[in-house]
């Protein structure tokens, strides 16, 4: 009997003590009842040894936990009912925190969406590899014997452009020439038929080809009986021997989408871009490498191994390597944009910094304001702590307020974001060949926002929470809570917080401003060329099924044509245009006897393209049809190669040997190309003319530049942007319709495409730009924002903080504008020390990019003399945080003095 006693005292005693895991609020309302019950339930308790046991503490957890989850609801309720009551502050501090949050999520979801996010479709893509260069044919060959190093590989050449006939009607369309093992490679089988393999190694009379699911849909129909049927390409026949499965748009199918997959057996009859043998030259650089690299082996030891090999095969087919470092460089083969494993912590890092750095400024102000808002709550803590409430809940309560401005800016800041990304995602990119730039939100970037939203709830919640948890309880139980009068400090955190905001905000504004008015008139009045009334249109015909014979007989045809047109000016052929080069070239120059080696942006041009481009010819002559024929083998420097190389000396008549012509250039303004033409590096070409220095890019000083003749063989293989027609017209011309009713009265199966104007084309490359220097500006505007928020938040604190100080001037005779105008007067002095600073800065800033970067220099020049911009930035600054300091500035100047002098 007695050992029943104790171990019915030791349940009792054990329960009584998990009881104090209940809320305060519970156990003030039920834990006498508890106890009664518990001591009553001992005896049956004994009785149903084990069994009752258990149900007695499953009771106590289940109660334990509704007991939290009503005291959840509760504090839910009452802090939302709080911040309803106050709609100013809770609107400006959701709309704080929203911008940081959206800008976060836009960060993290343009990384996921370009070097984080898998290739759709690849297997184990953590495995490929792939080369940031591309590499030749008989290169990809002594690469694909290296078993110790890959499990398998593969080759393809992107972008591809093939014209499919439909119905009389070709239509242009991207895909790869790949390698057999292309698809076995990237794990990828066919979702119908079969995929390309060893058999399709040897060249068929009917070449066979895979298509993607998308264009078997949109094109053929969804034809269940599509395998075996054949298919027009580039005027041959080709057999469909398979559908890729649904989402795979080849292996990078943000730069090179894919919906067409011939394998390089098919040969020039098909693909034009293996004509000339192009599969035995070492130098002729196309084909884009993938490997699956075997188990244990590093990408750094692969690097080596591949760079040495590709330095021994030049070495030994005769064209060494002029390049003194790597040769090949390796890169994750099976993310949408492929970069290196050293490079992922920078494209990783420097994003997250800038997001912490966001959240940090808009979890600051919100907190400034919240502990400003705490004072407030002072006397109603301290009445709930006087009863007996304990601190830790109380701080979960106060939390609760961070976590819903949190949430509520979360909802609508991922909101935001998703439409922004929308919007990015849809943008047209000025590229002859299609760019998938798709950064649309997924499951990822939710994830992301929600522990982003928790984080600044936390973050924005605790100090406040804890701050107004510890009050002094006798003073903060009388009516005048906030007695206490501090020594204000001119340095507080607060102050430098807010001045560091202005000056930020002030310097984005200020920069920004001067880049991108001055951008604007550097592209009206410094572009090197004249772009109205120009009309560009390009044709491909080798893809429109045209044998070599007749594209040559073509072009001159078609031209002499649109020439005899009434209004046209001028007119000429062209592979490339300004801000889209043909590519890079390597060429040598003998000076004073020695052999210099330089590189150059390669313009094909014909003959009259720097009159009807508006390009002027400084010294010599520009090109006539004579040198399309090759003989000569003339050749056009800009002004700037010129001046590089022979300083003051003569340039007519020297001579530049080439020694590669296939140099691969790409960027996102604008200026990309892929020759893949073989060349002899033994062509010399004589100076007979001198251009003037033309833009490539927007944001780069014309650099060293030649221009090529275009010639028959240009005509016969033209690259995968096709062949332009440029044409300069009189004022007020529609010249896209006259040209193309020309084109379809040569040949109304011949397909036109890219048709715009040189103005509209600028436009799409400057819109890029613009992008970009607009991102920015609103990034400033953000920063603008959430400084006048810290500035309104440190205002108001001061303001509540000083009801005492307020209401004993009131009463010594002070008038209300008398106090409005002292805490006008130092939120003035934080915008005025911010301004300053941030002029400092921006004039420093400038002059630092200016030195740095040509661009800007260039941009500065034509817009530092305009002080609109200078005016207009402070004025923005100056009115918003005038504002902002204005709003809780009124509040001080009706302190009723009875109330704040009061106190027991």
């Known amino acids: 009997m007695k050992t029943e ?60 936990a509704m ?63 792939s080369l940031q260069q591309p590499i030749s044919y008989p290169a990809y060959r002594l690469f694909r014997d290296h078993k110790d190093l890959f499990s398998t590989t593969a080759a393809y050449v992107a972008p591809v452009p093939f014209g499919v006939g439909f119905n009389g009607n070709t239509e242009r369309t991207w895909g790869h020439i790949v390698t057999s093992d292309y698809f076995s490679t990237l794990g990828v089988t066919a979702e119908t038929g079969r995929v390309l393999d060893a058999r399709d190694e040897v060249k068929q009379g009917t070449p066979p080809i895979v298509v993607s699911d998308r264009f078997w849909k949109s094109n053929l129909g969804s034809d269940p009986d599509i395998i075996g049927k054949p298919i027009d390409i580039n005027g041959k026949l080709c057999t469909i021997v398979g559908v890729a499965p649904e989402g795979f748009q080849g292996a990078s199918p943000m730069m090179f989408v894919a919906d067409l997959w011939l394998p390089v057996s098919a040969g020039e009859a098909v693909a034009p871009e293996l004509a000339d043998n192009a599969l035995e030259h ?46 090949v460089w390796v890169a994750s083969g099976g993310k949408l944009i492929p970069i290196r494993e050293r490079d992922l912590g920078l494209f990783a890092f420097l994003p997250m910094v800038v997001i912490a750095l966001l959240l940090l400024i808009a979890c600051s102000n919100v907190v400034n304001m919240l502990l400003a808002r705490a004072l407030d709550r002072r006397r109603e803590v301290a009445v709930q702590l006087a009863m007996g409430a304990g601190r830790g809940r109380l701080i979960r309560q106060l939390i609760m307020e961070g976590l819903l401005i949190a949430s509520g800016a979360g909802a609508l800041g991922f909101a935001l974001a998703c439409w922004l990304m929308h919007l990015l995602s849809r943008l047209r990119l000025p590229h002859a060949m299609p760019v998938q730039f798709n950064v649309e939100v997924d499951w990822r970037v939710l994830v992301f926002t929600i522990g982003l ?70 592209m009206s009045s410094a572009v090197g060329f004249d772009a109205s009334n120009i009309q560009l249109i390009s044709v491909d015909p080798i893809r429109d099924g045209y044998s070599v014979p007749q594209a040559e007989e073509f072009y001159p045809k078609l031209l002499d044509h649109v020439r005899a047109l009434p209004g046209i000016v001028s007119a000429t052929w062209t592979e490339a245009i300004p801000m889209q080069p043909s590519g890079k070239m390597t060429f040598t120059t003998d000076i004073d006897g020695s052999k210099r080696v330089d590189q150059a942006t390669k313009y094909i041009v014909g003959s009259d393209y720097f009159q009807t481009m508006g390009i002027g010819i400084s010294r010599g002559r520009g090109f006539v049809k004579d040198d399309e024929k090759g003989t000569g083998r003339s050749i056009v420097v800009s002004e700037a190669l010129a001046q590089a190389i022979w300083k003051n000396d003569a340039p007519l008549g020297r001579r530049l040997s080439l ?49 090529l003749p275009m010639t028959e063989d240009d005509y016969s293989k033209p690259p995968f942007q096709g062949i332009t027609l440029a044409v300069r017209t009189t004022p007020g011309l529609d010249a896209a319709t006259i040209v193309q009713a020309k084109f379809s009265a040569i040949d109304a199966n011949l397909t036109t495409f890219n048709a715009e104007t040189m103005e509209d084309w600028i436009g799409q490359v400057m819109f890029i730009v613009m992008i970009g220097l607009w991102s920015y500006g609103l990034m400033a505007a953000f920063g603008l924002v959430l400084a006048s ?35 006008m007067a130092e939120g003035t002095t934080l915008i005025v020390v911010g301004a300053c600073i941030g002029i400092t800065l921006a004039v420093l800033v400038m002059h630092i990019m200016a030195a740095s970067m040509d661009p800007v220099a260039q941009c500065i020049q034509h817009s530092q003399s305009d002080l609109r911009i200078a005016a207009g930035a402070l004025g923005i600054l100056v009115i918003v945080g005038m504002s902002a300091c204005y709003l809780p500035a009124r509040r001080s100047a009706r302190v009723d003095p009875v109330v704040a002098l009061r106190q027991e």
């Open 789 to 823: 928020v810290g500035l309104a938040g440190v205002t108001a604190y001061s303001v509540s903080s000083r009801v005492h100080e307020i209401g004993i001037r009131l009463a010594l005779g002070a008038r209300s504008k008398d106090i409005l105008r002292m805490i």
């Open 453 to 522: 939203t928790a984080l600044a709830g936390l973050a924005i919640g605790l100090l406040p929470a804890i701050q107004a948890t510890s009050p002094e309880l006798v003073p903060a139980l009388k009516e005048g809570a906030n007695l206490r009068v501090r020594k204000r400090r001119a340095f507080s955190v607060r102050n430098l917080l807010v001045v560091s905001q202005m000056a930020g905000s002030l310097t984005l504004l200020l920069v920004t401003g001067y880049i991108v008015f001055g951008m604007e008139r550097t």
């Open 659 to 707: 020694l590669n012509r296939n140099e691969v250039a790409f960027g996102l303004m604008g200026g990309s190309a892929f020759d893949f033409r073989a060349t002899s590096p033994d062509q010399s070409y004589v100076v007979v003319g001198v251009a003037a220095d033309v833009l490539e890019t927007p944001v780069e000083q014309p650099g060293p530049a030649v221009y």
């Open 5 to 64: 006693s104790r171990s019915s005292g030791f349940i009792v005693r054990l329960y009584r003590n998990l009881m104090g895991l209940f809320p305060h609020r519970f156990r003030c309302a039920f834990e006498h009842e508890m106890r009664q019950t518990t001591v009553e339930a001992a005896a049956w308790i004994q009785r149903q040894s084990l069994f009752g046991l258990v149900l007695l503490f499953t009771d106590l957890a289940v109660q334990l």
């Open 282 to 327: 070492p130098e002729l650089t196309m084909f884009h490498f993938l490997g699956r690299r075997r188990q244990g082996v590093a990408p750094l030891l692969i690097e080596t191994a591949l760079d040495t090999m590709q330095r021994q095969m030049l070495s030994d087919s005769g064209h060494p390597a002029t390049e003194n470092g790597h040769l």
């Open 67 to 129: 007991a939290y989850l009503r005291e959840f609801i509760w504090d839910l309720r009452y802090e939302v009912r709080l911040l309803i009551r106050r709609p100013v502050f809770t609107l400006v501090a959701v709309t704080s925190m929203s911008l940081a949050i959206c800008a976060g999520s836009a960060f993290f979801s343009e990384l996921n969406g370009t070097i984080l996010r898998d290739v759709p479709g690849v297997a184990k893509a953590d495995e490929l590899i």
